[in-house]
């Protein structure tokens, strides 16, 4: 267990700091469970690559949750542990028993949940905000304080709230926006209020549910935020989280953020995520598909054989990815001169023309890409005066 002046150096190394929360909102995924021995997996992967700090899960669940997160705390991790709590002093009793060195403390922020969900007011939202804090603060511990729903919040009352978490103690506010329906440009301003408003440290914790989780998460970063709470994969309720993936590299990558992460141990992660929750990497999965670097269209090949960087936003070998270039219907001529260059053959461009035709009706008749092997076919085929597939 940290200490917690450990935590606040550790967590004020980087200009983005990752919350991962794949091993809490994650396993929440409709149909993932993680059996324990998988949990201390993704946490020791989280940590080779980087992760300042390890959501771990809920303790007050009891049970294997509480095994899992106490033992993860005693791994020795460089990573800080953290346990998910409500805004209640028996929950965060839970995560202390379990020698987590933070806390993250959730509470409803919107009036939609307070009245419908908690049956409340908002004074009594404040209320078990302090007392809660306070509590953690008082045990030494690292605070998270989380307003849920923060995206349809009144502004007003989330400034107030947030506040209130500063006053008790808290070390930062998570912003979550539970029900993704935030879009980046109304999420770069209420951060921006938030932060020139309370001064307070933000993490962003968005869903995806309209597909932008992690537009708003590199939002949330440009209007000051320096926390990113995300999960493997983009794994989460419902459509998902800001997938840890996309976000970091996004920072580093387009905002030129330090982020503390080792990007080519994500792949790893994300490939034992992937078979623990049965979850596929999808080909065009950014920063992890098979497809991100996969070129057939003539013109993209094309340029890619002169120069990568005309259709290659990075460079593929910091995420651990290869290029490809594709043969099938799509290719150009510059494709197929190229691949059998390799072979040592030096075709005509009359020959490529033809040989193109012959590749088109190949991958029309297959219904797929043709590998390099069955090129050089086709173009002993064509040297022969033959067309295997004249007749698809």
């Known amino acids: 267990m940290k200490s917690y002046n450990e935590v606040k150096r550790l967590l004020s190394k980087d200009d983005v700091v990752v919350c991962d929360t794949t091993l809490r909102d994650g396993e929440q995924t409709a149909g993932i469970v993680f059996s324990n021995l998988e949990k201390y997996r993704i946490a020791q992967l989280l940590d080779d690559a980087g992760v300042q700090q390890i959501e771990s899960g809920i303790p007050t669940m009891g049970a294997d949750e509480k095994v899992a997160v106490r033992h993860i705390a005693h791994m020795g991790l460089n990573a800080s542990i953290l346990g998910w709590n409500r805004a209640d002093v028996h929950d965060i009793e839970t995560s202390i028993d379990c020698d987590v060195d933070s806390v993250a403390i959730s509470m409803s922020a919107s009036d939609i949940h307070i009245q419908h969900k908690l049956k409340k007011d908002r004074q009594w939202v404040l209320d078990k905000i302090t007392e809660s804090v306070e509590f953690a603060k008082e045990h030494g511990l690292y605070v998270s304080c989380n307003g849920e729903d923060a995206s349809r919040a009144d502004m007003d009352f989330l400034i107030q709230f947030v506040k209130t978490a500063k006053d008790a103690g808290a070390d930062r506010f998570r912003y979550c926006d539970t029900i993704g329906r935030e879009i980046p440009s109304n999420c770069y301003e209420r ?16 869903h995806n549910d309209f597909g932008m989780a992690t537009a708003n998460a590199v939002a949330g970063v ?15 309720e419902r459509s998902g989280n800001a997938p840890l993936e996309e976000a970091v590299m996004s920072c580093q990558l387009l905002l030129g953020k330090q982020t503390g992460i080792v990007p080519i141990k994500l792949k790893p992660l994300a490939e034992f995520v992937s078979r623990a929750s049965g979850r596929e990497i999808t080909p065009g999965k950014p920063f992890l598909g098979s497809n991100c670097f996969a070129h057939e269209a ?32 799509h290719s150009g001529t510059h494709t197929l001169i190229n691949d059998l260059s390799k072979r040592g053959i030096d075709i005509s461009k009359e020959d490529a023309v033809k040989l193109l035709e012959m590749v088109r009706k190949a991958a029309v008749g297959l219904h797929r890409s043709l590998t390099s092997d069955e090129l050089y076919d086709l173009y002993k085929d064509l040297k022969n005066g033959q067309d295997p597939f004249e007749t698809l």
Do not use: C, W
């Open 191 to 206: 951060i921006k209020k938030i932060r020139e408003a309370t001064g307070m440290e933000v993490e962003m914790h968005t």
């Open 222 to 236: 440009q209007a000051g935020a320096r926390f990113l709470s995300v999960t493997s994969m983009g794994i989460g």
């Open 298 to 329: 003539g013109i993209h090949a094309d340029g890619i054989i002169k120069d990568a960087h005309n259709y290659e936003p990075y460079d593929p070998a910091i995420m651990g990815l290869e290029r490809k270039i594709v043969i099938g219907k």
